[in-house]
């Protein structure tokens, strides 16, 4: 007989760790700018000139920072809806947060080559990775109702669908831009970043109420 040994135990577990990966690569982050920053020798008289070479690395932050706030802002509204867990949750939250990890690393290559291809086409596609496993962990979680409430309405899990879509789709055209036009990628981040935050103020993306 096949015992399903964590079947139906609370998620909190799940959403410590992950607060923790955040806040460890929200933390890197900062770390990394501030590295950039120091490493570089400062004539006197040239920090303004340093600071204004530093754009590109004060972009890429503020990119993968509001970035992981998205994908925490996410990660918090669907686990207020998860209220169970088994192992194969846990093994795709793992999974997302395997490239959660890569962020602030590829933030740096941004950072240095703001303007090449390579970098940002790396870095879209791992973002592109990271919401695939959020879209698969929910639709694991919500077919069937297998570890949500019996009682969520197909309107709140059609809701937060809609938003993960959005953002594949967005992020999608972002990798075939870095292609071409790595601005026109950024543009494209900026709008999407918009888009949410207006999506977030409507109330369509949450969850919670």
């Not at 990119?63 to 918090?76: A, E, N, P, T, Y």
């Not at 590829?106 to 879209?124: H, Q, R």
Request: net charge positive; with cysteine; proline share 3%.
């Amino acid at each position: 007989m096949t015992v399903q040994r964590d079947f139906g135990i609370p998620t909190t577990r799940i959403e410590a760790l992950t607060d923790g990966i955040f806040s460890f690569a929200m933390t890197i982050l900062v770390l990394d700018f501030s590295v950039a920053l120091i490493t570089k020798e400062v004539a006197h008289g040239a920090l303004i000139p340093t600071l204004v070479k530093l754009l590109p690395n004060l972009y890429g932050y503020l990119l993968s920072f509001f970035v992981l706030g998205m994908l925490w802002s996410g990660h918090r509204i669907e686990f207020h809806s998860i209220d169970r867990s088994d192992g194969a949750l846990v093994l795709l939250n793992i999974t997302y947060l395997v490239f959660i990890t890569f962020i602030p690393f590829l933030t740096v290559l941004i950072g240095k080559f703001f303007l090449a291809p390579l970098p940002l086409l790396l870095y879209s596609f791992n973002f592109l990775l990271v919401l695939i496993c959020r879209a698969a962990t929910w639709s694991y979680a919500t077919r069937g109702r297998r570890l949500v409430d019996h009682t969520m309405s197909d309107e709140l899990i059609s809701a937060n669908w809609k938003v993960q879509k959005n953002a594949i789709v967005m992020v999608s055209l972002a990798i075939i831009a870095s292609y071409f036009s790595p601005i026109a990628a950024y543009v494209i981040y900026g709008l999407m970043f918009i888009f949410y935050v207006a999506t977030i103020v409507r109330g369509t993306a949450s969850l919670v109420n």
